[in-house]
């Protein structure tokens, strides 16, 4: 059977915890990484009740959005709603998983999830994060003598199955040059091509790939393990280009532009809420951006985007004040924006796991804010 461990390295493939925020505290909250997934329960928040369920329901492994264990925790004493549920899920044996703002940042997490319910086109982030990415760059002989074997072919393909060579949709991406690499090989070394205290002159093909920064190590493992040299040169540059596919937010099209009412209208029965606190705004509405959760620090982003509404959620009084009459800001809540959070969960699961294992969302109700209309 899969373990809390398999679980957390598919969660972590779809969404790497190298991308989470540097205040979160994604990933496993509590329980063995050893133990053999039961059943799993997801909720976007896990409560005492949430746990309570899972073991209701035969479930050993909690999968949620937001993370129990926030702040450190110096103590458990079952003092506060933490601390509870906690020890819940210690004293039940279950495991409390959370996919956060890593799941908020990739390209096909919360905020594409909102956008796609909203029918938005186009989308792309909002605003992509920078610092994500390095180039790396790499020296492989043309052939190695009595050997007919595509010695570039072959470090190429351990690099890209490492994680290298992606940019956007695009796969398998390289630039190669070719020039001349000289070395002399020293005393009990065993050169694949020359030999020892001989100086030796190689036709070589410079390599160059991009790779996202928390693939470094499996990338630099790939390398040693595919490339013929004993000593592998190899120089690794962290850049500060945006990466396209990871950051905060997102922005697209509505297929036929509405009125500002109509678009308000379409947030109440897409999200299933009874009221939209929103400002001021008479244009049509065709660009959105949007942003799942407590989201009020794009604004400007939205509004450089040249968006004609965001969505968002946690939108205080003072706030509403920043578009500036430039767009229609739309606070539909925090747990409303996120609420399809968990079809992505469920989705990642069963691609990864299939029916091993039952996979049901969470009948106990987390949403602390109540509506009175």
Same mark, same amino acid.
């Given at each position: 059977?899969?373990?809390?461990?398999?679980?957390?390295?598919?969660?972590?493939?779809?969404?790497?915890?190298?991308?989470?925020?540097?205040?979160?505290?994604?990933?496993?909250?509590?329980?063995?990484?050893?133990?053999?997934?039961?059943?799993?329960?997801?909720?976007?928040?896990? $409560?005492?009740?949430?746990? #309570?369920?899972?073991? /209701?329901?035969?479930?050993?492994?909690?999968?949620?959005?937001?993370?129990?264990?926030?702040?450190?925790?110096?103590?458990?004493?079952?003092?506060?709603?933490?601390?509870?549920?906690?020890?819940?899920?210690?004293?039940?044996?279950? #495991?409390?998983?959370?996919?956060?703002?890593?799941?908020?940042?990739?390209?096909?997490?919360?905020?594409?999830?909102?956008?796609?319910?909203?029918?938005?086109?186009?989308?792309?982030?909002?605003? @992509?994060?920078?610092?994500?990415?390095?180039?790396?760059?790499?020296?492989?002989?043309?052939?190695?003598?009595?050997?007919?074997?595509?010695?570039?072919?072959?470090?190429?393909?351990?690099?890209?199955?490492?994680?290298?060579?992606?940019?956007?949709?695009? $796969?398998?991406?390289?630039?190669?040059?070719?020039?001349?690499?000289?070395?002399?090989?020293?005393?009990?070394?065993?050169?694949?091509?020359?030999?020892?205290?001989?100086?030796?002159?190689?036709?070589?093909?410079?390599?160059?790939?991009?790779?996202?920064?928390? /693939?470094?190590?499996?990338?630099l493992a790939a390398l040693r393990q595919a490339h013929p040299y004993e000593e592998v040169a190899y120089e690794l540059i962290k850049l500060e280009n945006q990466h396209?596919?990871?950051?905060?937010?997102?922005?697209?099209?509505? @297929?036929?532009?509405?009125?500002?009412?109509?678009?308000?209208? /379409?947030?109440?029965?897409?999200l299933g809420v009874p009221v939209v606190r929103h400002t001021a705004f008479e244009k049509d509405i065709k660009r959105v951006a949007l942003c799942g959760g407590a989201g009020s620090f794009l604004t400007g982003a939205a509004?450089?985007?040249?968006?004609?509404?965001?969505?968002?959620?946690?939108?205080?009084?003072?706030?509403?004040?920043?578009?500036?009459?430039?767009?229609?800001?739309?606070?539909?809540?925090?747990?409303?924006?996120?609420?399809?959070?968990?079809?992505?969960? /469920?989705?990642?699961?069963?691609?990864?796991?299939?029916?091993?294992? #039952?996979?049901?969302?969470?009948?106990? @109700?987390?949403?602390?804010?109540?509506?009175?209309?």
């Amino acid at each position: 059977m899969p373990t809390v461990q398999d679980l957390a390295r598919a969660l972590e493939t779809a969404a790497p915890l190298a991308y989470q925020e540097s205040y979160d505290n994604a990933g496993l909250q509590c329980g063995l990484p050893e133990a053999e997934i039961t059943g799993v329960l997801i909720a976007l928040d896990c $409560t005492p009740a949430v746990v #309570a369920e899972a073991a /209701r329901r035969g479930c050993n492994v909690v999968v949620c959005h937001h993370p129990v264990i926030f702040r450190p925790l110096k103590r458990l004493t079952g003092k506060g709603l933490v601390e509870q549920t906690i020890m819940a899920a210690l004293k039940a044996d279950v #495991a409390i998983y959370a996919a956060h703002t890593n799941l908020d940042n990739v390209r096909h997490g919360v905020n594409a999830k909102l956008a796609d319910k909203l029918g938005l086109v186009n989308t792309r982030i909002l605003a @992509p994060q920078t610092g994500t990415l390095a180039r790396l760059s790499t020296y492989v002989p043309k052939y190695i003598k009595e050997s007919h074997e595509d010695t570039v072919g072959r470090v190429l393909a351990a690099l890209y199955a490492a994680g290298a060579g992606q940019v956007g949709n695009y $796969t398998d991406c390289s630039f190669q040059s070719q020039g001349t690499g000289t070395f002399t090989p020293g005393a009990g070394t065993q050169p694949a091509i020359g030999a020892e205290n001989q100086a030796t002159e190689v036709a070589e093909v410079k390599v160059e790939v991009l790779l996202p920064l928390h /693939r470094q190590a499996a990338v630099l493992a790939a390398l040693r393990q595919a490339h013929p040299y004993e000593e592998v040169a190899y120089e690794l540059i962290k850049l500060e280009n945006q990466h396209q596919d990871v950051g905060a937010g997102m922005v697209g099209e509505l @297929p036929t532009a509405l009125p500002p009412a109509e678009f308000r209208k /379409r947030l109440k029965e897409v999200l299933g809420v009874p009221v939209v606190r929103h400002t001021a705004f008479e244009k049509d509405i065709k660009r959105v951006a949007l942003c799942g959760g407590a989201g009020s620090f794009l604004t400007g982003a939205a509004v450089a985007a040249g968006a004609d509404a965001y969505v968002t959620g946690d939108v205080k009084y003072h706030e509403f004040f920043a578009p500036e009459g430039q767009l229609l800001l739309c606070d539909v809540g925090h747990f409303e924006s996120e609420q399809f959070t968990n079809e992505i969960f /469920r989705d990642l699961l069963l691609a990864a796991f299939g029916r091993t294992f #039952a996979v049901l969302f969470a009948d106990t @109700p987390t949403n602390p804010v109540q509506y009175d209309c």
